[in-house]
């Protein structure tokens, strides 16, 4: 036992379930020991060896700005020296829900949670709610967080209702989510064709980072919005990771549509348990105490979190904030195909705003089907590879990676050398 993070990892397993508090923070996908760490500054993390890497999941996309930012961590030290929570109304969150109905054209109200989670499960009882409908439709490949009913895998086949994806989820609850393949709009068209009326909702990621990172078709876009509108089913977008990521409108803003519920998390509080449902009024006035449609939380709208979020918000709206950031997330990438490409590698990466996707293929995938088809052991080699030479990558060959404002020259240049390492590892 030589290293502490094993002898924590060790520890760790014996009292919390795969030593870990969220699954995918445990390696399985990759294998190998976690990284436990114990201080971010910028772009870096420090492991407990003292080890430092350039960070590229940024705590799974809420560490826009890099860790630590002195102006966010003001932010929250001023607001905690006052109190941490008082289960009661504060004017720091209807700051922060003024600011997002004016960031973000579709949110005529919102409601302020604890996670992404939270923001997607209201979001889906309230479709329910506002239209007296059942059935939802969610895409094989995006996550929504762990609520029962978005458990759900595909059914046996086209337009059978989806299974859970989890034991301990009551089929019964699942039986009412139609599983679609993301990017398939006549899939998407014949459902609406064959239970158009009866459906409550669709939900998807509108860039989804979740089966790593795969872009809409315009067609798929265009159609989601005619049809939901047609039917008067709810279109949310679930935009926990893209929201504030992809660009300062969040996706809905890079397409040019307007969903009707929109849920945010990770950016939105930089750091702090926050998340965030919202849209339009006629809907969310379905939610008590106005209407009823039940939904509620202690720590909702957390003054320590808010305050740590609305610094966030606010420093990303400065002038060409985005532009720098998709700039060098682009850098990277092609950064990282040029080194594959000079070893003759078959590798690939995709970038939207500040998050990407890398892929051992030779094009970027456009459907679940196809990310699977990607090279997941050479993925895992390349991992390590680049974790070994200080290099933090998403330990999952199905998540999308992250890039902060703190990611400069250097971070780049030693990326490039540890790539150039890992890709010759590969070739050898
Ligand atoms: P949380 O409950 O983890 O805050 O948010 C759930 C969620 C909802 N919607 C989208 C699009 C999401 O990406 C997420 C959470 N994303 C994962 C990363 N793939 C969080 C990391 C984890 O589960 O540990």
Not at 239 to 260: H, I, S, Y
């Amino acid at each position: 036992m030589n290293s502490r993070n094993e002898e924590l990892f060790a520890r760790s397993q014996k009292v919390i379930p795969g030593g870990v508090n969220s699954p995918v923070r445990a390696f399985r996908s990759v294998g190998g020991t976690p990284r436990f760490f114990t201080r971010g500054q910028g772009a870096w993390l420090w492991d407990a060896d003292g080890k430092a890497y350039v960070d590229y999941v940024g705590s799974w996309g809420p560490m826009i700005l890099g860790h630590a930012h002195p102006e966010v961590i003001r932010a929250v030290q001023e607001t905690a020296v006052h109190g941490l929570s008082f289960g009661a109304p504060t004017e720091r969150e209807l700051e922060m829900a003024e600011l997002l109905t004016r960031m973000l054209p579709s949110l005529e109200m919102v409601r302020l949670v604890s996670s992404g989670t939270e923001a997607t499960m209201s979001a889906i009882r309230l479709a329910r709610g506002f239209t007296g409908r059942n059935v939802i439709v969610k895409f094989e490949g995006c996550y929504h967080g762990h609520a029962d009913a978005l458990l759900v895998k595909a059914g046996s086949g086209a337009l059978t209702f989806g299974q859970p994806s989890s034991s301990g989820v009551p089929a019964d609850t699942t039986r009412h989510t139609l599983v679609l393949d993301y990017n398939d709009t006549a899939g998407l068209e014949q459902a609406f064709a064959v239970q158009g009326d009866d459906i409550a909702a669709v939900i998807l990621e509108p860039v989804v980072g979740n089966m790593n990172l795969v872009r809409p078709t315009p067609e798929f876009i265009r159609a989601l919005r005619d049809l939901t509108s047609r039917h008067g089913a709810v279109l949310i977008f679930d935009e926990v990771m893209t929201g504030f990521r992809v660009g300062p409108a969040c996706a809905q803003g890079l397409f040019g549509v307007k969903p009707d519920l929109t849920t945010l998390g990770k950016v939105v509080g930089g750091g702090m348990p926050l998340g965030v449902f919202g849209g339009r009024r006629d809907i969310m006035e379905k939610l008590a105490p106005l209407g009823g449609v039940y939904q509620a939380g202690t720590l909702s709208g957390n003054p320590v979190a808010v305050a740590a979020g609305l610094a966030t918000l606010r420093l990303i709206q400065v002038p060409g904030f985005f532009d720098r950031l998709s700039a060098t997330t682009q850098r990277l990438v092609s950064g990282l195909e040029a080194s594959a490409r000079t070893r003759g590698i078959e590798f690939c990466g995709e970038s939207v705003g500040g998050m990407f996707g890398i892929f051992f293929r030779s094009a970027p995938p456009t459907s679940f089907a196809e990310v699977m088809t990607s090279d997941k052991e050479r993925f895992n080699r390349f991992f390590h590879a680049m974790l070994d030479r200080g290099v933090y990558l998403a330990p999952s060959a199905f998540e999308a990676g992250f890039v902060s404002a703190a990611h400069g020259d250097d971070e780049l240049r030693l990326t490039f050398e540890a790539a150039d390492a890992a890709f010759d590892s590969l070739a050898g």
